[in-house]
């Protein structure tokens, strides 16, 4: 792995988290299909990388200084 990326940009931490959830949802019952949770998974992912784009627009928007 020669490029870093941010945590919420991994689709293995969107898993891990989507099926960790999985896991206490059945503890009360609910069911989460698997194609479901991989689904999420995609999704939550897209999703954490557009939020993140709009935070970085928003701290270029606020910085205090210029960019050369």
Do not use: C
Request: hydrophobic share 50%; charged share 20%; glycine share 14%.
């Amino acid at each position: 792995m020669d490029q870093d990326k941010n945590w919420w940009q991994s689709k293995a931490v969107w898993g891990g988290i989507i099926a960790f959830l999985a896991g206490i949802a059945g503890l009360f019952g609910i069911a989460v299909p698997e194609a479901v949770q991989g689904d999420l998974t995609t999704h939550v992912t897209a999703l954490a990388g557009a939020i993140g784009g709009l935070i970085a627009v928003y701290g270029r928007i606020k910085a205090e200084r210029k960019l050369k």
